[in-house]
């Protein structure tokens, strides 16, 4: 599974962007898909995660203010990011979770960043 991220860019606090990752097989086929994202000197940190079913889930930092959604039919997910913050300033990573009778693969697409000026 290759993975395609793209979206990031320069916005003023309180503005908005939309990431992408790009997919190269069918997302019906990945179970959890995901954005972690990692800020200069600090641990990636997951951001938010939604699953083959629909269901999302966020880390309290952007619940309110991210929404994740995929689009099956373009092999696509997405997160919207609306009210930014200077502190959501990293590079955010898409990620792929396929569960298969081996255990779970994780599959990791390049970094886009994202900065967010006060």
């Known amino acids: 599974v290759q993975l395609q991220a793209s979206g990031g860019g320069l916005v003023q606090a309180g503005g908005s962007l939309r990431l992408s990752c790009a997919a190269s097989?069918?997302?019906?086929?990945?179970?959890?898909m995901g954005w972690y994202r990692q800020a200069p000197g600090k641990q990636r940190e997951l951001v938010a995660q939604?699953?083959?079913?629909?269901?999302?889930s966020y880390a309290d930092s952007v619940k309110g203010r991210f929404t994740i959604s995929r689009d099956n039919a373009k092999n696509t997910m997405y997160l919207q990011m609306n009210s930014l913050k200077p502190e959501d300033t990293a590079d955010y990573y898409c990620?792929?979770?396929?569960?298969?009778?081996?255990?779970?693969?994780?599959?990791w697409g390049q970094g886009t960043q994202v900065t967010v000026s006060s």
């Open positions: 990620n792929s979770i396929v569960f298969s009778v081996s255990g779970p693969a994780n599959y």
């Open positions: 097989v069918s997302i019906f086929s990945i179970n959890v």
């Open positions: 939604i699953t083959s079913g629909g269901s999302t």
